[in-house]
């Protein structure tokens, strides 16, 4: 099934997840390269919330550019399979090589505002990130890497701590206890 049906078939939980399915199906109606950076407006992007066998505990990283803890993810580059964009993106940013996806069905959906930012010494303007998001499962006992490229940290906090540890109000009201809520 492409990523359109796959969107089109989710069933949101709540309203702010009806609204970016809704505007999520018209973007990729409208445009072509939806899956590409290149597009400036916006593009996909795909997450993983990565818990522990008991689900009692979340593997963060300390995103460079967002100067907080937050969940694992990165963009989809013209790949329309997003689980495996964010299987490898758990791998590149954490080191965890042993993790078992939960279900290759998408477990959330949001559109994330991203503020203009420097990026390798260039200036990338403000977009949105029309985001997948799959659960994933890990053994908290992998040894963990950082990627400096992306992160200054990797660590496994509990789901109570989660909330607390990232900078971001509205990705901690709107994301993570929602993440949390369907676990």
Not at 116 to 133: A, M, Q, R
Not at 156 to 175: D, G, H, I, N, Y
Request: hydrophobic share 40%; glycine share 4%; net charge negative.
């Amino acid at each position: 099934m492409n990523l359109f049906h796959q969107i089109q078939n989710y069933k949101p939980m709540n309203q702010q997840e009806e609204c970016d399915k809704e505007l999520m199906l018209q973007f990729m109606t409208n445009n072509s390269n939806y899956l590409e950076r290149e597009n400036k407006i916006a593009h996909f992007t795909a997450s993983v919330w990565t818990v522990n066998k008991e689900r009692t505990k979340t593997l963060m990283v300390y995103h460079n550019i967002y100067d907080s803890w937050s969940w694992i993810g990165g963009h989809a580059d013209g790949e329309e399979d997003l689980c495996a964009v964010a299987m490898r993106e758990l791998w590149e940013e954490t080191g965890v090589k042993n993790a078992t996806l939960i279900s290759r069905d998408i477990f959330s959906l949001e559109v994330l505002t991203v503020n203009g930012h420097i990026k390798k010494g260039c200036y990338v303007p403000s977009h949105l990130h029309f985001n997948v998001t799959y659960l994933a499962e890990a053994d908290e006992n992998q040894e963990l890497i950082v990627n400096e490229a992306e992160n200054q940290a990797v660590k496994w906090w509990t789901l109570a701590e989660a909330l607390q540890v990232s900078k971001e109000p509205w990705m901690v009201e709107r994301v993570y206890k929602k993440l949390i809520k369907k676990l």
